[in-house]
T-cell receptor
Framework: SQTIHQWPATLVQPVGSPLSLECTVE??????LYWYRQAAGRGLQLLFY??????ISSEVPQNLSASRPQDRQFILSSKKLLLSDSGFYLC????????????FGEGSRLTVL | GNSVTQMEGPVTLSEEAFLTINCTYT??????LFWYVQYPGEGLQLLLK?????DKGSNKGFEATYRKETTSFHLEKGSVQVSDSAVYFC??????????FGTGTSLTVIP
């Protein structure tokens, strides 16, 4: 069966520090991968998605970046965090069919102080 | 566009009450439609889905019917429980790789 893991689960970082959140999927090949952010009490904002290794689509211009160095690995990064980067970050995957659902990871809570 | 409009919350119900959370979408093509549930501090879990018109998705007592004529996918449950307290998200997937989510509806069920 397929599983998705992301880490760390919780992170407290000072403003201006770097960020790296990692997500891996097991049990499937060539998934579409996604990073969402959920601000407190708000909906989901799509940040990046990827349909293959090295292919990244950015939805929102910001100081975050994403990379997909391997088929089932998706990394969210920042060189310098802002206060507004605080939130709940969710990694997700799906297959490329129209009817497939998104499968979400457990989430990573980032607090920037 | 590709928006999903979801009923504003928060919603507070007594246990065993009937639940409806409205969801409508903009009609472009033939999207698949989903309801997700998010419990506090967790990621989103798929609750149910429907992939074509008139399909009914159902799970754990929840139901939603894909209504193409009204571009709606309302979530219903006949008798809610305290354990149903969570945030519910409606989503659509048009042809392609993107998903579009509603803003979420917070449900609190009180004993």
């Amino acid at each position: 069966s397929q599983t998705i893991h992301q880490w760390p689960a919780t992170l407290v970082q000072p403003v201006g520090s770097p960020l790296s959140l990692e997500c891996t999927v097991e049990g499937t090949s060539n998934p579409n991968l996604y990073w969402y952010r959920q601000a407190a009490g708000r909906g989901l904002q799509l940040l990046f998605y990827s349909v293959g290794i090295g292919q990244i689509s950015s939805e929102v211009p910001q100081n975050l970046s994403a990379s997909r160095p391997q088929d089932r690995q998706f990394i969210l990064s920042s060189k310098k965090l802002l206060l507004s980067d605080s939130g709940f970050y969710l990694c997700a995957w799906t297959m490329g069919t129209r009817t497939g659902e998104l499968f979400f990871g457990e989430g990573s809570r980032l607090t920037v102080l | 566009g590709n928006s999903v409009t979801q009923m504003e919350g928060p919603v507070t119900l007594s246990e065993e009450a009937f639940l409806t959370i409205n969801c409508t979408y903009t009609a472009t093509g033939y999207p698949s439609l989903f309801w997700y549930v998010q419990y506090p501090g967790e990621g989103l879990q798929l609750l149910l889905k429907a992939t074509k018109a008139d399909d009914k998705g159902s799970n754990k007592g929840f139901e939603a019917t894909y209504r193409k004529e009204t571009t709606s996918f309302h979530l219903e449950k006949g008798s809610v429980q305290v354990s149903d307290s969570a945030v519910y998200f409606c989503a659509r997937r048009p042809t392609g790789n993107q998903f579009y989510f509603g803003t979420g509806t917070s449900l609190t069920v009180i004993p």
